[in-house]
């Protein structure tokens, strides 16, 4: 046996057990959607369900990357802020954002929709609509939805002009009378935010659990006691 020979045998066996711990929590993740699955299809209450981020894995390939629950508590608790109980209530490619909101007091927002391409969401039944931001007005029900949300949050899946572009039309499409909007995306889109749509920069700082390399802001089209412009 060569020099080395051992230190090679000892790093695949530990690449071989970080590969099975890897593929036994994506297993148990796996199960543990199934399940929620099963019992949104069998027409329970889903909001009664506990439902958390843990039970979707982020999808690279879909640009996921999920905030920490400081940020989506914080997003979250800024639509309760800004809106009324009838309020109807947008989050766009946001699930984290929604989903932190639910698990606040989805009763309390009845009319929080989330709009997103990823139908693993669709556990959410009629709060969950289908949305591909290549087609910013075309989805199921956009008649009955048009101009009725009086706020609406976003979250570009890409950092690029096209994607922001399209998912602003989206949000003028939605937006009521005085709607108000809040965008978290790259300090890169700044120009183009307040140009579009009139959103500003903000002195909060989004964060994401796994950490990113970009430097996301958040932009508003509106100021309260905790968020303000810079």
């Known amino acids: 046996m060569a020099i080395g020979d051992d230190e090679s045998l000892s790093l695949s066996a530990d690449t071989l057990a970080a590969l099975q711990s890897f593929m036994a929590e994506k297993q148990a993740i796996d199960d543990k959607f199934e399940q929620l699955k099963g ?8 909001k009664q369900l506990e ?10 390939q879909l640009s996921q990357f999920w905030y920490d629950d400081t940020t989506a508590n914080f997003l979250a608790d800024t639509a309760l802020r800004n ?9 766009i490619s946001a699930p984290t954002a929604y989903v932190a909101l639910r698990r606040k007091d989805i009763a309390a927002r009845p009319n929080a929709h989330l709009f997103e391409f ?13 949305y591909d931001y290549n087609k910013p007005t075309d989805f199921v029900e956009a008649d009955a939805l048009k101009g009725k949300f009086k706020f609406i949050y ?8 096209d994607c922001l572009g399209k998912m602003i039309r989206t949000m003028k499409f939605l ?11 790259g300090a890169v889109m700044e120009k183009q935010a307040e140009v579009e749509i009139g959103a500003r920069a903000t002195g ?17 089209t509106f100021e309260d006691e905790l968020l303000k412009w810079v």
């Open 39 to 46: 019992k949104a299809e069998q027409d329970f209450d889903t």
């Open 51 to 60: 439902i958390t981020m843990d039970m979707f894995q982020e999808d690279w």
């Open 83 to 91: 809106t009324e109980a009838s309020d109807y209530v947008a989050f």
């Open 118 to 130: 990823d139908q693993r969401f669709s556990v959410f039944n009629d709060q969950f609509v289908l």
């Open 154 to 161: 976003t979250d570009p899946p890409f950092l690029n002009k």
């Open 175 to 185: 937006a009521a009378p005085g709607c108000k909007i809040m965008i978290v995306t």
């Open 204 to 220: 909060f700082a989004p964060t994401h659990r796994g950490g990113l390399s970009n430097e996301f802001l958040c932009y508003t």
